[in-house]
């Protein structure tokens, strides 16, 4: 009987030793946003299957790794309000639904915005630009009609999305054309009153441009000097393998931090493909036609490109957190490979690998990275 009960407590103690040196479930399930709660959010854009439920899968990832979202499509003024007396709200309801259930901090995206745009919106009934007058009215009751709706649920806007170009110029879009510069103060205006208590953010493309990022430095100025609200600047972040720089992205941030505003690092992703010229951004006008050679992984991506990959995206989180003084959000636009815009950007067909998680919803590498970087 003793040497019975000897075994059994040889038993428990390996059974306890095991059971110390196992992982508890807490620490199994430490995503990016338990990892970087706090330094900024990390957030990602949905698209419909996700705001829908029927990509469950996308869902999982996103409740367990992710503490922010964006609207990916379905705020842009053409889905949200194709007719003038008709507003679409079924998806913009659900994704806010969406955030609240998983305790987000919800951004609307994105209020006025040249491209996908209801063809109304800036024109007559003979396509003949309307006057500045009927402008300001449409575009306060838009802004007013969505941000009200969603008071006190939509944590912060997109308020105007792309309107400078690289060279510092004004974009020749309609809202410039019948307004000029004065429409992007107005559209901050009408979204403040709506919702005194909501963020309100300009957002762009390519700022690593001096030109571009002087004249949005001088718009933020404008804006303070007359009293109305802006509090971030979104900083986007569809980049390539060989562009930009560290340095170039880093003299961005620290450039608008110095203005005191928050930024934003949005639409976060990095295509591992060939790019057919460099700095394409993001107009979505831009196509270049299919070639073989700007599609070279669609059977998986060789291992030192992978490594390279995530080594780059690696750079730029290390570059994010040691900024985390002064970022505030930054949100991939997308969760899996599979549903990346950039597939279809800019040549139409690619097979893409652009952001953290893979086409089977797996983090890749560099996510543990960001979990647990290196000392």
């Not at 709660?37 to 869902?59: C, M, P, R, S, V």
């Not at 105007?160 to 410039?176: C, H, M, P, T, W």
């Not at 009408?190 to 001088?218: C, F, K, M, Q, S």
């Amino acid at each position: 009987m003793k040497q019975i009960t000897n075994l059994l407590l040889i038993g428990l103690v390996f059974i306890q030793t095991s059971c110390s040196t196992t992982p508890t479930h807490n620490e199994k399930e430490v995503g990016l946003k338990d990892a970087l709660k706090d330094k900024f959010y990390i957030g990602a854009a949905l698209n419909e299957w996700l705001i829908t439920g029927k990509d469950t899968a996308g869902i999982q990832v996103l409740s367990k790794q992710f503490n922010s979202i964006v609207a990916e499509n379905c705020m842009k003024s053409g889905e949200i309000h194709p007719e003038e007396a008709h507003y679409s709200f079924t998806l913009p309801d659900q994704f806010v639904g969406l955030g609240e259930k998983y305790n987000m901090f919800i951004i609307g995206h994105t209020l006025i915005w040249h491209s996908q745009s209801a063809q109304w919106f800036c024109t007559d009934d003979n396509g003949e630009n309307i006057s500045p007058e009927v402008l300001k009215e449409r575009m306060r009751e838009h802004i007013t009609t969505i941000v009200s709706r969603y008071k006190g649920r939509v944590k912060g806007w997109d308020v105007v999305n792309e309107a400078i170009l690289e060279d510092g110029s004004y974009r020749q879009s309609k809202f410039y054309e019948i307004l000029g510069e004065e429409f992007i103060p107005l559209a901050f205006q009408y979204a403040h009153e709506a919702d005194p208590d909501a963020e309100l953010y300009y957002n762009d493309y390519n700022e690593w441009y001096p030109g571009r990022r002087e004249t949005v430095i001088r718009l933020i100025r404008t804006l303070k000097e007359r009293g109305i609200r802006i509090d971030g600047i979104g900083l986007q972040g569809h980049l390539g393998m060989e562009w930009p720089s560290l340095e170039e992205y880093e003299e961005t941030i620290i450039a608008y931090a110095n203005e005191s505003v928050k930024v934003m690092i949005t639409e976060f992703d990095l295509s591992i493909l060939p790019a057919p010229k460099r700095d394409l951004g993001a107009d979505i006008s831009t196509n270049f036609e299919y070639q073989k050679e700007l599609n070279p992984y669609t059977d998986g991506v060789p291992n030192d490109v992978s490594e390279a990959w995530n080594k780059r995206m690696n750079d730029f989180f290390t570059l994010f957190l040691k900024h985390s003084d002064k970022i505030s959000h930054v949100t991939m636009w997308g969760i899996s490979d599979k549903d990346s815009w950039k597939n279809n950007f800019p040549v139409h067909g690619r097979t893409d690998y652009p952001l953290l998680f893979d086409r089977n919803y797996q983090p890749k590498p560099v996510v543990q990275q960001i979990i647990t970087p290196s000392p």
